[in-house]
Structures are given as C-alpha cells and as structure tokens.
C-alpha cells in the first residue's frame, strides 16, 4: 500500500495526444493524506499497479510541497 495517499476511483477514457490523435487512458483518482484530491492519466498501454504508483507519487509530492508553504 502506498504511503500519504490512496486510490478512490478509476474509469477508463480518452485524450487527445500532442500528435492530434486519441488515445485510450485510465484515469486513476486519488486523495492525499492531507484531503487534498488529485488524478493521474495513465495510457491503458501502460497501465499497471507500479506506472500508476509512479505517477502518483510524483503528484503527491508536489501537492505536498505546496500544501506545507
């Protein structure tokens, strides 16, 4: 289990790439230990428990930072 956030909700969509084309994601919602909500797109093509653990992280780092200014 990741430490100072969890996961609360996941849907599959799609965006638009910088190349103009769609392309299928997950969008993995999530809340900080702090309450703070956030969200991450992952490409379904990528889309495992370590990518989105990744991404998440680096989010909720960057949350955190300004949460503490």
């Known amino acids: 289990m990741a430490e100072g956030w969890h996961v609360t909700s996941q849907r599959k969509t799609s965006e638009i790439t910088s190349g103009g084309r769609f ?3 997950m969008e993995v919602h999530f ?3 702090s309450g703070t909500d956030g969200y991450v797109r992952v490409p379904v093509a990528k889309f495992t428990p370590d990518e989105v653990q990744k991404r998440i992280d680096a989010e909720v780092a960057v949350i ?3 949460h503490n200014l």
């Open 23 to 25: 392309q299928d994601v």
């Open 31 to 33: 809340t900080t230990d």
């Open 64 to 66: 955190d930072a300004v």
